[in-house]
Structures are given as structure tokens and as C-alpha cells.
């Protein structure tokens, strides 16, 4: 079982960066493939970027392609998300999501149901 907790979210104006971080404990970090998912009100949890484990691939959803960048830190157990000129779309709450992959290396999971293991959340939200 792995324990993921979210930071790094606030209240910011649109065109600004921010950073999220997503801290694990419980396993082995560089086990897991990470994601990055967002949850506005009333709306479905959509994907926003996934890192594989070894952090050789990376994918991102439509909508944050080329403004959004997920990394992550094995020795520091911790996967980011660098947020660029962030709109006002943009706000919700913000969860990070594991889960342990024993082979492929590179693999990169973008759907909600491959997930086992979600933080609590982070709300960011983007005045305009």
C-alpha cells in the first residue's frame, strides 16, 4: 500500500505558474507509474498527464499539452506537476494517482479505473 499526499495548490490569476507536488510513503516508489487527474464541479475526473517509472515517457491530455509538465523524483518519492499559464479552465481539484507496475518500465496509464492508489487532493483554482 502506498500513501500519496498532494501540495502546492492555491488560489492564483490567470497567465501564472504553479507548481503541484505529489508525496508518497508505504513502498517503493520507483515502482509506480504516476498520473495527474483533475475534478472540476459537477464534471467527470479527467486525465491531465501520466509519467511512467522509470520517467522515460510522459503523456499529457488535450487540453494541457504544451502548458502543463509532470516529473518525478524517485530518491525524493515525489511526482510534480509544473503549471504554466494557467486559465481559469483550468481550476479544479488536482489528485495524483499510482500504481505499482511490475513490468514495462515505460508504461504510461491515463485512465481513471488503472489507478490503485489516489491522494486526498489539492484545489487550484484560476481567477481570470
Known amino acids: 500500500q502506498v500513501q500519496l499526499v498532494e501540495s502546492g495548490g492555491g488560489l492564483v490569476q490567470a497567465g501564472v505558474s504553479l507548481r503541484l507536488s505529489c508525496t508518497a510513503s508505504?513502498?517503493?516508489?520507483?515502482?509506480?507509474?504516476m498520473g495527474w487527474f483533475r475534478q472540476a464541479p459537477g464534471k467527470e475526473r479527467e486525465f491531465v498527464a501520466a509519467?511512467?517509472?522509470?520517467?522515460?515517457?510522459?503523456y499529457y491530455g488535450d487540453s494541457v499539452k504544451g502548458r502543463f509538465t509532470i516529473s518525478r523524483d524517485n530518491a525524493k518519492n515525489t511526482v510534480y506537476l509544473q503549471m504554466n499559464s494557467l486559465k481559469p479552465e483550468d481550476t479544479a481539484v488536482y489528485y495524483c494517482?499510482?500504481?505499482?507496475?511490475?513490468?514495462?518500465?515505460?508504461?504510461?496509464?491515463?485512465?481513471?479505473?488503472?489507478?490503485?492508489?489516489w491522494g486526498q487532493g489539492t484545489q487550484v483554482t484560476v481567477s481570470s
Open positions: 508505504g513502498r517503493t516508489f520507483s515502482n509506480y507509474a
Open positions: 509519467i511512467s517509472r522509470s520517467a522515460d515517457n510522459t
Open positions: 494517482a499510482g500504481k505499482e507496475v511490475v513490468r514495462g518500465p515505460n508504461l504510461v496509464l491515463t485512465s481513471v479505473a488503472r489507478y490503485d492508489y
